[in-house]
């Protein structure tokens, strides 16, 4: 099985500030790797597909790089509207997701 | 507008099996595969299986085989999920998702349903 992680488990940035979490699979997955928003009591929101790829809709201060086993997700100023938890998705198997990161403002 | 609706909030005893349905609405039902996932109180989220609509195979992974079973109505455009030999652990918020793509695509899931609340206890 593929294990996914992520880094940092949670963080406190100021509004306006650049977000950066990363997350890295076990083996080589290619780009197969999604990023999800999740806000409390809420179901996930797709935001980045095929690592780099911003769905319909979402703003573009979200982004997503990266391939093989080590992938970025980037806010590039965040909003007050932006705290949630956010999971990256492999593919390149069954799919997985990775154990989230916690984003507060500070 | 493409949209899932799930069934209500349940209260099992360990033992028993709980059905979570999930209607589809305003997208063509059997192009598409469904999938399951679930997130325990103040957990990740844990991705159950899968359903093509059209043909109605499913994948599950081993964890849940056995225990699962996924099926479709494409008369009511309506997927299913039962989960048998429930237990505290399987207390859990269930989702219905769909793939941003048509046809056997696994990949990302951008159509969700709201969640149905299983609570599993005694």
């Known amino acids: 099985d593929i294990q996914m992680t992520q880094s940092p488990s949670s963080l406190s940035a100021s509004v306006g500030d650049r977000v950066t979490i990363t997350c890295q699979a076990s083996q080589d997955i290619a780009k197969y790797l999604n990023w999800y928003q999740q806000k409390p009591g809420k179901a996930p929101k797709l935001l980045i597909y095929d690592t780099s790829n911003l769905e319909t809709g979402v703003p573009s201060r979200f982004s997503g790089s990266g391939s093989g086993t080590d992938f970025t997700f980037t806010i590039r100023s965040l909003q007050p509207e932006d705290v949630a938890t956010y999971y990256c998705q492999q593919y390149h198997d069954l799919p997985q997701f990775g154990p989230g990161t916690k984003v507060e403002i500070k | 507008q493409e949209q899932l609706v799930q069934s209500g909030a349940e209260v099992k005893k360990p033992g028993a099996s709980v059905k979570v349905s999930c209607k589809a609405s305003g997208f063509t039902f059997t192009s598409y595969q469904m999938y399951w996932v679930r997130q325990a109180p103040g957990q990740g989220l844990e991705w159950m299986g899968m359903?093509?609509?059209?043909?109605?195979?499913?994948t599950y992974i081993q964890k849940f085989q056995g225990r699962v079973t996924m099926t479709r109505d494409t008369s009511t455009s309506t997927v299913y999920m039962e989960l048998g030999s429930l237990r505290s652990e399987d207390t859990a918020v269930y989702y219905c998702a769909r793939g941003r793509r048509s046809g056997n695509y696994v990949g990302a899931f951008n159509i969700w349903g709201p969640g149905t609340m299983v609570t599993v206890s005694s």
């Open positions: 359903i093509n609509l059209s043909v109605g195979s499913t």
